[in-house]
């Protein structure tokens, strides 16, 4: 499908009522002016005033009919992640598995009325919430022939000058938080404000992008990536430059779809970590499992799914110790230019862990139900931490962990994503007594680390268009119950959110929720 030709399957909107408003407003004035110069001389006031307003009554009659309806509100969700095998060597061009959990977040966008000209950012999980004037935005220095970017566009780099221009729309931003939080809020905002003056102009209706994840924020688990791709995919949709999702939407479309979405993601990103690898935001995008490799930074990712990525229960565990990605991967990148050919070998063997799991999944007696098979799993997993805490990323609190589980003979542990703290995951061996592994639980609790139960390998990237869901409740009758700002505002942490609006319910899917399936 062309480019600049892609239709919004979602809503079916026409960007020729635009056109067509314009001509019928030209017609209407036309005719007004003809008749009334016409007849002015040959009849009374009475009768040239009576025919204007006629006239001028019709026109507005006309206009209010082909004005555009307000978008309705509508959801995007996007999953977490882990890295299962490869992170840090990732970012110096080697490969690395990641794949989706079932931890999400929620972004909830609502349309203003017509007369308001604001946009309104709010992410109550992290007391986010500022509002900007639509017409006060940079949009000349964005919409610059030498400036403006289309919405299919490769960006790959920051431009400085954009960069720069959104800084004073940054000095308002949670003045009264405290330095860090306001530099947490600050970096949302300016990631924001980036893609979307990038993709919007002056005359994009005034909304409010609300969010709400179920994913620990600094965890190492993709939950800046998953607001990118949320934020990404909604601006996207709101342009109507994305086809589908729909259900017999061929998976080569879908693709097209959800590059476009990761694109923009990566630019968010980008504002986010400076250098990231495009992993996270890749993973979230696509959803399922992924191989990816970076090696020029000019030019996309390879980006191989793994459709024979094992579906593993995971016990992941947030150590609640802060960390900083930036900071983690530029102490990796310090330590290989002090030892290059050091360092560079142990990349070199990380990246031999990761196509040695890839050979390992798709043999073809290869089965999670066989201890043998997990065994091998989990001591690559093993291989990977080891290579890890010899790059200087490991922390206490992660192995910690590793003590309770694996020299317990519970799992196989390693850390995930960048490291310095953040979460760990486990393979858990097969047969471990309840008894074990209850007071492994209760162990965690009073070290103060937070558990969860998740899953790999699920959706991507998802709409809820309109924000209507069918619960097993009296609404279904009606259509279904819809999400309003306040019942999603109101939801109780994350069992709230996600009985809400979660993609899956008691029993699977939940009806609404659709999503752009690459693996067809």
């Given at each position: 499908?062309a480019e600049?030709r ?20 030209g017609?209407?004035?036309g005719?007004?002016?003809g ?12 009768y040239t005033?009576?025919?204007i307003n006629?006239?001028?009554s019709?026109?507005k009659?006309m206009e ?16 977490g992640?882990?890295i ?6 990732v970012?110096?061009?080697k ?9 999400r ?5 609502t349309?203003?009325?017509k007369?308001?000209?604001t ?17 006060k ?7 610059h022939?030498?400036k ?9 780099t920051l431009?400085?000058?954009l ?8 000095a ?5 938080k ?9 970096n949302a905002?300016?990631s924001?404000l980036?893609?979307?003056l990038?993709?919007?102009?002056q ?12 994913i620990?924020?600094?965890?190492g688990?993709?939950?800046s990536a998953t ?23 061929p998976?080569d ?19 986010i970590?400076?250098?990231p690898?495009g992993?996270d935001?890749?993973?979230s995008t696509n959803?399922?499992a ?5 090696t020029d ?11 024979n990525?094992?579906?593993?229960p ?9 960390k900083s990605?930036?900071h983690?991967?530029a102490k990796?990148?310090k330590?290989?230019?002090a ?25 073809d ?5 066989d201890p ?5 799993f989990g001591e ?5 931490h080891?290579?890890?805490?010899s ?11 590793r ?10 542990t390693?850390l ?5 703290g ?10 471990v007594p ?12 009073e ?22 869901l ?10 279904g119950?819809?999400?309003s700002?306040e ?6 942490g994350n ?6 609006v ?11 929720w659709?999503?752009w399936?690459?693996d067809?």
């Amino acid at each position: 499908m062309a480019e600049g030709r892609m239709s919004n399957g979602v809503n079916g909107s026409n960007k020729d009522s635009s056109r067509d408003h314009t001509h019928t407003n030209g017609n209407t004035n036309g005719q007004a002016n003809g008749h009334s110069n016409g007849h002015t001389n040959g009849h009374t006031n009475g009768y040239t005033n009576g025919y204007i307003n006629g006239n001028l009554s019709l026109r507005k009659k006309m206009e209010r009919k082909q004005s555009s309806p307000m978008m309705p509100a509508f959801m995007v969700s996007a999953p977490g992640k882990t890295i299962v095998f490869g992170e840090h060597s990732v970012v110096h061009g080697k490969a690395a598995i990641a794949a989706s959990i079932s931890l999400r977040s929620y972004l909830l966008v609502t349309t203003l009325s017509k007369s308001k000209r604001t946009v309104t950012l709010r992410f109550p999980d992290i007391d986010l919430d500022h509002t900007w004037n639509i017409d006060k935005l940079p949009w000349s220095t964005f919409t610059h022939p030498s400036k403006k970017k289309s919405y299919y566009d490769f960006v790959n780099t920051l431009d400085p000058e954009l960069v720069q221009a959104i800084q004073p729309l940054l000095a308002g931003v949670s003045p009264d938080k405290s330095a860090e939080m306001r530099k947490v809020h600050q970096n949302a905002s300016a990631s924001f404000l980036y893609i979307f003056l990038s993709l919007g102009s002056q005359s994009f209706p005034a909304c409010q992008y609300t969010l709400r994840s179920t994913i620990p924020i600094g965890g190492g688990l993709g939950s800046s990536a998953t607001i990118a791709v949320c934020i990404s995919a909604a601006l996207l949709l709101q342009q109507r430059a994305l086809s589908g999702p729909h259900p017999d939407q061929p998976a080569d479309e879908a693709r097209v779809q959800v590059e476009r979405i990761n694109r923009w993601a990566f630019v968010y990103e980008m504002l986010i970590h400076g250098n990231p690898s495009g992993i996270d935001n890749t993973v979230s995008t696509n959803g399922k499992a992924v191989l990816f490799q970076r090696t020029d930074y000019l030019k996309p990712p390879s980006v191989k799914p793994l459709w024979n990525m094992p579906e593993l229960p995971l016990l992941l565990v947030d150590t609640k110790t802060p960390k900083s990605t930036q900071h983690e991967v530029a102490k990796v990148g310090k330590l290989k230019e002090a030892h290059p050919k050091l360092v560079g070998s142990i990349l070199d063997a990380m990246d031999k862990v990761t196509n040695s799991v890839t050979d390992l999944i798709g043999e073809d007696d290869f089965d999670t139900e066989d201890p043998e098979c997990l065994r091998r799993f989990g001591e690559l997993m093993t291989i990977n931490h080891g290579l890890l805490v010899s790059l200087g990323v490991s922390h206490p609190r992660i192995e910690r962990v590793r003590e309770l589980v694996d020299h317990q003979g519970i799992g196989w542990t390693k850390l995930t994503g960048a490291g310095g703290g953040g979460c760990v995951i486990t393979l858990l061996k097969p047969g471990v007594p309840r008894a074990k592994l209850e007071q492994l639980e209760a162990q965690l609790e009073e070290e103060n680390y937070q558990k969860y139960v998740t899953t790999l390998g699920g959706d991507g990237v998802g709409v809820l268009w309109p924000a209507v869901l069918k619960n097993g409740m009296d609404e279904d009758d009606e259509g279904g119950m819809e999400i309003s700002l306040e019942k999603f505002l109101k939801a109780e942490g994350n069992e709230g959110v996600e009985r809400l609006v979660g993609v899956h319910g008691s029993t699977g899917e939940r009806e609404g929720w659709k999503f752009w399936r690459v693996d067809k």
